[in-house]
């Protein structure tokens, strides 16, 4: 099982990316993704959810400014963040949760806001 998360990287205030998060070695489709991010000295932070059935949730200190996506062919999750602010530096992991079955970790990507 792998999660691998790219697209992080250093932006100005208000800019945007989209991070990516390519899975392998389980039924992609069929789990739910979620993208969490932690800052330094600051406990993890769930920010975006999609569904397997493309239902998506947002963190309110995000809404509005990510959208979350999902690839079912490629197997992969997106997350599209514009209006970027400094307090969305962190870093991002994917996880793919299935109740009762597994809980998959990435091993995260580096945001960093400079103001």
């Known amino acids: 099982v792998q999660l691998v998360e790219s697209g992080g990287g250093l932006v100005q205030f208000g800019g945007s990316l989209r991070l990516s998060c390519a899975a392998s070695?389980?039924?992609?489709?069929?789990?739910?993704m979620r993208w969490y991010r932690q800052a330094p000295g600051k406990e993890r932070e769930l920010v975006a959810t999609i569904t397997s059935a493309a239902n998506t949730y947002y963190a309110n200190s995000v809404k509005g400014r990510f959208t979350i996506s999902r690839d079912n062919v490629k197997n992969t999750v997106y997350l599209q963040m514009n209006s970027l602010k400094s307090e969305d530096t962190a870093m991002y992991y994917c996880?793919?949760?299935?109740?009762?079955?597994?809980?998959?970790w990435g091993q995260g990507t580096q945001v960093t806001v400079s103001s």
């Open positions: 996880n793919a949760f299935l109740v009762g079955r597994a809980d998959y």
């Open positions: 070695g389980f039924t992609f489709s069929i789990y739910l």
